[in-house]
């Protein structure tokens, strides 16, 4: 039974291993992007595909722009470029003094939402803006991601793949989480579940830190003055393993990672993603609610963390299976954080 569990194990890590990400690197024009990005979506709309692109930040500017897999480009500019560009957009509500003033334009990618003189207008802003930039910042790096493999963009550009960085740490302290719904009645219920639920969150942090596994090491006594850490309870003293991916991973890449983990069950799985600081989109709500602005800054948080409790987890804690249908449902939980100015905050 323990060769056979250890043999899966082996298996889906070396599956995992082999899960690549690959995406594009073109030193281009925006304006380029955008029609090649246009041309995209009017040929395959963005239900069944997706491209979504986001230039490298320049410490010379403090102009930022995304295109979302959604169909839109979405510029966040500082006044002096707003100004420049001519085009309608509106200022970021915040008053802040760590950014300077900041202003917002969404362009939608399918020219049939936009007149031909708005396109035509909007052709020639960023014609021009790209004539200033490559004189005064150097041109933009960008990434961008297709999801349909045969539609090549018309300019020179690489193809970075993204393979996972393994990191393996022994002899560790694993929690057997139980994730359950936020209890609707009582304080006291309610703290202890928001409480359990940060440390078991708290474990997923550390797994992810180069130095964090040092922690939950089952023998750690790294200095005296430092406290040692508790781990979630309960828990047992195992093998973890973390695997990282870095690049400008697509939406459908990610899904992929989280699918694999769902139909092959592991005992315990997390999937964390953090958005680039750069970028002016960080969240897409359901249609037709527009993406929530939000300040750009080095300091900029997006980050999510998704886990996932298997079926074989709950039957160790005698969870029942479904009378109708036989089975024994995994579960899952996820925290998000955002930075201060962020209007998903309200």
């Known amino acids: 039974m323990g060769s056979d569990s250890q043999r899966s194990q082996t ?8 899960l690549e990400a690959s995406y594009n690197r073109a030193k281009v024009g925006l304006l380029p992007v955008f029609e090649y990005a246009s041309s995209f979506v009017d040929s ?3 239900e ?12 010379l500017s403090d102009d930022y722009w995304c295109i979302d897999p959604r169909g839109t480009l979405t510029l966040q500019v500082a006044k002096d470029t707003y100004e420049t560009l001519g085009l309608v957009g509106s200022k970021l509500p915040f008053k802040f003094r760590e950014a300077p003033e900041q202003y917002i334009i969404r362009i939608p990618l399918r020219k049939q939402l936009e007149t031909p003189k708005n396109w035509e207008r909007y052709k020639g802003a960023l014609k021009a803006w790209d004539q200033r930039r490559e004189e005064n910042a150097g041109g933009w790096d960008i990434l961008f991601s297709c999801s349909v493999g045969g539609f090549q963009p018309p300019f020179p550009h690489s193809t970075p793949n993204a393979k996972p960085q393994v990191t393996r740490r022994t002899q560790v302290h694993i929690p057997r989480p139980s994730i359950t719904p936020c209890p609707l009645k009582g304080e006291d219920a309610k703290d202890d579940w928001e409480e359990g639920m940060s440390e078991i969150f708290e474990w997923v942090g550390l797994v992810s830190l180069a130095n964090g596994g040092s922690r939950l090491a089952a023998n750690d006594r790294v200095d005296p003055f430092v406290a040692i850490y508790s781990p979630p309870d309960p828990s047992y003293v195992g093998n973890v393993v973390h ?3 870095t690049g400008f991973l697509s939406p459908e890449f990610i899904q992929s990672v989280i699918n694999f983990l769902v139909e092959h069950r592991p005992p315990l799985s997390s999937v964390t993603s953090h958005c680039p600081y750069n970028s002016p989109v960080c969240y897409l709500p359901a249609p037709p609610k527009a993406p929530p602005i939000r300040v750009v800054t080095e300091d900029a948080e997006c980050t999510w963390s998704l886990i996932l409790e298997n079926a074989e987890g709950r039957e160790s804690r005698g969870v ?5 249908t036989g089975v024994r449902e995994a579960t899952w939980a ?3 954080t955002a930075s201060k100015w962020d209007m998903r905050w309200g």
């Open 320 to 324: 029942p299976e479904d009378p109708e």
């Open 48 to 59: 069944s595909a997706s491209f979504s692109a986001l230039p490298l930040p320049s410490p």
């Open 334 to 336: 996820m925290a998000e």
């Open 243 to 245: 695997l990282q991916w």
């Open 11 to 18: 298996n889906l890590l070396d599956s995992l291993q082999n």
């Open 44 to 46: 395959h709309g963005h």
